[in-house]
């Protein structure tokens, strides 16, 4: 026997469609006599409503999507996006919302996807992970008035008080300059960087940080380096670094520094005796 559907019940119970939704969602615009014929025959029919389909209906859905503008390897293959996707989740559980988690390398797919989730109704809001430099979804999102709150500084364009959406944020770019300028006070010149792709805002901050500190001194890098997250990616860039035989490399996250700090290791360096590692 298939699934009972509302409009079997509507005849049985000799009601419209629309009164056993009424009932079947507990709105309180129902003769009591009404409502217990039709809950009778709910009750007898084994009938049971569809809840997305009431929440669509009622625009009762809580959900926010968490857009991440990479692949789901690239998204967890770091610790940092972990935590900070834990930390959502959490705090969006507490709040009776769901998490829909957008992952995607492309741009414009991300972009469609997004204001897909939106015009549909499915999604309330947004989260925004790795704004990229120049992002359009950004863009579309404040245009259409949509909720959105971006983790991340997005734009070169933009100074830290002139935007019109909302951001949490760290100054990456002081705290990577504030970073050269500690190993650069500690007597190191020959010092290596390694950052991740510089076509996401954060890291293009981290690194330019680093590079103008040193370039306030007259120095530049002894060798420069990107990677992905991936293991094996740090790994080689670690070994073009070391072989440059630097006084020590700043990486731009701890991820690579921990890497770093084990290749260095396993080709008996010390740390920090015979290079530093920040």
Request: charged letters at 20%; one cysteine or more.
């Amino acid at each position: 026997m298939g699934k009972v559907t509302i409009r079997e019940v509507a005849k049985a119970a000799g009601v419209s469609i629309s009164t056993v939704s009424r009932v079947a969602s507990n709105a309180p615009n129902v003769a009591p006599e009404i409502r217990r014929r039709v809950q009778n025959t709910i009750d007898r029919l084994g009938y049971t409503p569809n809840i997305m389909g009431q929440k669509l209906s009622t625009h009762a859905l809580q959900n926010v999507a968490v857009v991440i503008g990479r692949t789901m390897d690239q998204a967890f293959s770091g610790s940092g996006f972990i935590r900070m996707i834990e930390g959502i989740s959490t705090k969006l559980t507490d709040l009776s919302y769901n998490a829909v988690l957008c992952t995607d390398s492309d741009p414009e797919k991300e972009k469609a996807h997004c204001l897909q989730l939106f015009r549909s109704g499915f999604v309330q809001g947004a989260v925004i992970l790795g704004a990229y430099q120049e992002d359009a979804l950004l863009t579309c999102l404040s245009d259409l008035k949509y909720p959105f709150v971006v983790i991340g500084f997005p734009s070169m364009h933009q100074s830290m008080d002139n935007r019109n959406y909302n951001t949490v944020e760290t100054d990456d770019y002081k705290d990577c300059f504030s970073a050269a300028n500690y190993l650069m006070e500690h007597g190191h010149r020959r010092i290596g960087l390694l950052h991740s792709s510089l076509q996401y805002r954060v890291n293009q901050m981290r690194a330019q940080g680093f590079l103008d500190a040193l370039k306030q001194r007259g120095l530049e890098p002894v060798a420069q380096q990107e990677a992905s997250y991936e293991k094996e990616s740090i790994e080689h860039a670690a070994s073009v670094l070391l072989a440059a035989r630097p006084q020590a490399i700043f990486c731009t996250d701890d991820h690579k520094a921990t890497v770093v700090l084990h290749t260095a290791q396993q080709q008996g360096l010390r740390v920090p005796e015979d290079i530093s590692i920040m």
